[in-house]
Structure formats: C-alpha cells, structure tokens
C-alpha cells in the first residue's frame, strides 16, 4: 500500500505592500494546485507577512520548521512558491535544508524544478545561490538609491530625538516640542559641569521625553551629543552635509567633543572589508590557515594592501600584494571558466529534464480537458432534464452550480507550462552570463556580489602554495570543463535523461 504523502504550505511576502496586494493569495492557491497535482495531503499552512527571507526572525517559518521536526506529524513536504521564499541565503538554505531531511521531509517548488535526484539537487542548489545573489544585487541598489539621496542631503532613517518627519518621503525637520531641549542639553554640557548622566538628569526634569515617552537614559544623552546630526552632518558612508535645519552650530557640538577631530579620522576593523574580497576563501596548504589582508605604510606613508596568514612557523609564510594575488585569481578564474560547448552540454541536460516534467504534465492536462469535456456533456444533460420536466428550476439551479463548480475546479488544476519554460531558459541565461565571463565578471563586480559569485563557483576552500592555486572542490556549472576534457561523458545525466546535443 503506497504510503500517504503530507505537506505544508509556506507563503511569504517581503514588504507590506505586497501584503495588502494579491501576492500572498496567489502564493498560497498556487501551491494548493501543486499539491492536489501531486496527490499532497495538505496539513498546515503558513503565512508570514512582511517579513524578508534576510531576516532570522521569522516567526511563521520557524513555527513551520518546528511542525516538520516532530516526527509524528509525518510531513512528507515542505512546499514553497519558490526558493526565494524559503531562505536567500545559501548557508541558511543548506542549514535548513539538512534539518528537514533529518526530520523526513524534502524540499519542493512550485516554480522550480527540484527533486532528489543529481540535478534536481544541483539545481536547487545553483537556484538558490542565485537567490543569494540576487539579494545581494537588490540590497545593493537599494544603497546606491539611498546614497544619491544622502548626496543631496536627506536623511534615510527613523528621525533622530530632536526632529520628525512631516510626511512620507520628506525630509527630517526640527520638533518644535523637542529641539529646544536637545539644544540646551549641548548648551550645559559644553560648558563641562556635567556628565552623560547628569545632562540626562537635567533634561528629564525639564521635561524631555524620549519618543516612547519615558525619561532619557545615560545611553541616550551619550548617543545625542555624539551625534552631528544635530549640525547637519549626516556621518553615514563617507559623510555628507543634511539639507535640513540643524538644531545646533557646528562650534557648539565640537565644544562637546574634546577627542572628535582625533577619532573622527580612525577607521573602524571590519571582519568584512571590502578591500580583501579573497580573503577566508582562500587558505595556506601547508598549514590550512585562511589568508587575510592588511594595509601597511612605507617611511613615505604611502598604503600597501597585501594578502598574508599569520600562523606562526608555518614555511610558507609570507605576504603577497593586494594587486599582484588578484591578478593571479583572475587569470585562474579564466583557467577555469566553462567553454561554450560545455555551457550547451549543461543546458541541454537541465531543459531535458524539464521538459521530462513537462511530458508528466501534458498527460495530466489531456486527462483533465477530458474531464471536463464529461461535466460539459452532464451539465447539458441537466438541461435537457429541466427541459424535460425532470427538475424543477431549484433542482436545474442545484445541478448547474455543482456542475459548473467542478468545471472551474478541473480548469484550475490545468497547467500552462510557457511562464516555466521561459522563466528556466533565462535563470540559465542569467547563470551563464556571469560564467562565461568569469574573471570579468568578479573584476567589476561589488564586494557583495564578489562574495556570493565566489559562493557560485567554489563549494569550498581553495588551497595556495604560494606560487599558484590548488584543484578546488568546484561547483557543479565549472567542473563540465574540467572533467569534460578527459571524458565526454563525464556529465551524466540521471537516469532516463539524455543530453540533446548529437555525439
């Protein structure tokens, strides 16, 4: 006896927009049809407003994760509209991934071709990398947006104590109930008889409240009279002057600040600098420690970055200039980039097996237009009884509504297959426009996106000996040019899958 197959259903939405527009409705019909399809009982569904696949805190998700843990609930199927929906991390994705198959329940995608088998594996993965990628594009023009808007001097963020925002979009101006406060707060402390905690004292029985209307902390004075906001400085990526009402001078706010010209210039450490895009990714072979990077000065003052591994009596020791290393990566990136024949060996082998899906589907589509073709021939029978006088107009109205109502039901369960197959042709397009030009791609890409196309091409560490790059675990998009130059074969498709290309 074939064993029953549950599931729930997970629908998201980023933004309160789409909340109040149709795109969660559409979500959750979507994969209500995919499951009837597919035989899925249903057992929960889950619904998160609002809240974006970036964030940890997912309270429907993790409900969701929890159900699926508890093995006598039996879920066969965790189902999602698409991958985006389910994380846009691929660290979080494997995470994720690993803990509902340790429960007994596999991934699947409305959207996305995605099964057990090799390529459905690797194109879950190579998809969710993607929407890894993608995120990292999207956040990054959102920082471009909100940079152009810091150059012409607006500021981006919840208004600071001290000023609001009049209405949506505009800039901070003055609070006319709270400004004079904050100014009198640098007028006493510049005069240098009190502390953070004082001045918060000092204001609070004057009558300051904070926007949650409690008394202001130590914390928060500290935090106000550190800030040049107040100037109309806006200290945010590189600084840039507000085009909005400052509520102090500039002379009054450094008074204030007795060390500000000496920090104001200190650059803060970063475990992610955008200077070391190589960095972690790449590690010693004698030792296994990961390279990192640093910046000296020579006697002139003159800035050096340099790549290096700190791990003492290590032979191979040794520091390698910034530009001289990325060089190196590149060219090795170039080494590595898969040719055009590989690129449409690739493809052949993924559109086959969609279309192998398509084929499943073509079958159920023809049975369901010969269902429907029977309710046809039966609802034109209740007329002919009604006619006849067989049913009185109640029962005609009764019979019809069934009928009709089932009709609906079977038109809905019919898959129109042209948004897929054009949807997986340009993911694959979109791949391979940052594969075949690999080296140039990471040349003029962001620091973010560095990152995630190095996620995209190494499943792991690469090794350096200190002259040249080891064999690395590669994904599976560049080890078609590998392997394929010592056997043809070498990308085999799973079973019942043959390439398309001849020979």
């Given at each position: 006896m074939e064993t029953e197959k549950t599931g729930i259903i997970y629908c998201r939405v980023s933004s309160k927009d789409q909340v109040e527009g149709t795109s969660l409705g559409s979500q959750e019909r979507f994969c209500k049809e995919?499951?009837?399809?597919?035989?899925?009982?249903?057992?929960?569904?889950?619904?998160?407003?609002?809240?974006?696949?970036?964030?940890?805190?997912?309270?429907?998700?993790?409900?969701?994760?929890?159900?699926?843990?508890?093995?006598?609930?039996?879920?066969?199927?965790?189902?999602?509209?698409?991958?985006?929906?389910?994380?846009?991390?691929?660290?979080?994705?494997?995470?994720v991934r690993a803990l509902l198959k340790k429960a007994g329940t596999d991934l699947r995608s409305v959207t996305e071709t995605i099964d057990e088998s090799p390529v459905g594996k690797a194109m879950e993965g190579m998809i969710s990398v993607f929407a890894e990628l993608d995120n990292n594009m999207r956040t990054e023009r959102t920082k471009q947006g909100m940079l152009e808007r810091l150059k012409q001097g607006f500021w981006n963020w919840q208004a600071p104590l001290g000023y609001y925002r009049p209405y949506k979009g505009s800039n901070i101006v003055p609070d006319p109930q709270k400004s004079g406060f904050i100014r009198l707060g640098f007028e006493e402390y510049s005069k240098g008889t009190y502390t953070y905690e004082k001045i918060a004292l000092f204001l609070s029985d004057r009558g300051l409240r904070t926007k949650q209307n409690k008394n202001p902390s130590t914390a928060l004075m500290q935090k106000i009279l550190t800030n040049p906001i107040y100037y109309g400085y806006i200290d945010v990526w590189g600084g840039h002057k507000g085009a909005f009402e400052p509520i102090i001078s500039e002379?009054?706010?450094r008074k204030c600040q007795p060390d500000y010209m000496k920090s104001a210039h200190a650059a803060p450490r970063s475990a992610n600098n955008p200077l070391f895009p190589?960095?972690?990714?790449?590690?010693?072979?004698?030792?296994?420690?990961?390279?990192?990077?640093?910046?000296?000065r020579n006697r002139h003052g003159s800035k050096y970055p340099y790549y290096h591994h700190q791990h003492a009596g290590c032979k191979k020791t040794r520091s390698i200039p910034k530009e001289s290393f990325e060089q190196q990566f590149v060219e090795y990136l170039d080494s590595i980039s898969p040719g055009i024949k590989y690129e449409k060996l690739f493809k052949a082998i993924v559109l086959d097996e969609w279309q192998n899906g398509y084929k499943k589907i073509d079958n159920e589509n023809a049975q369901i237009r010969r269902d429907i073709t029977s309710l046809e021939a039966e609802r034109q029978k209740v007329f002919d009884f009604h006619r006849a006088g067989k049913y009185t107009d109640d029962d005609l109205f009764e019979q019809k509504k069934l009928i009709e109502d089932r009709i609906s039901q079977?038109?809905?369960?019919?898959?129109?297959?042209?948004?897929?197959?054009?949807?997986?042709?340009?993911?694959?397009?979109?791949?391979?426009?940052?594969?075949r030009t690999s080296a140039k791609s990471w040349i003029e890409a962001d620091y973010a996106t560095k990152l995630s196309f190095q996620k995209l091409i190494f499943a792991d560490s690469i090794k350096y000996d200190g002259e040249k790059f080891g064999t690395p675990d590669l994904r599976l998009l560049y080890t078609i040019n590998q392997h394929s130059r010592a056997d043809k074969s070498s990308l085999v498709a799973p079973r019942g899958i043959g390439p398309l290309l001849p020979g």
């Open positions: 995919y499951a009837e399809r597919n035989g899925i009982r249903i057992l929960k569904i889950y619904i998160e407003l609002g809240e974006s696949a970036k964030t940890a805190n997912r309270t429907e998700f993790n409900k969701a994760l929890a159900f699926c843990s508890d093995k006598k609930n039996n879920v066969t199927f965790f189902v999602v509209y698409k991958l985006d929906r389910f994380a846009r991390n691929q660290e979080d994705h494997v995470m002379n009054l706010f190589l960095r972690k990714l790449v590690i010693c072979d004698e030792c296994g420690a990961s390279l990192t990077g640093s910046t000296s079977k038109h809905a369960l019919i898959q129109d297959k042209r948004y897929e197959e054009f949807e997986m042709n340009e993911v694959l397009e979109y791949c391979f426009s940052y594969v």
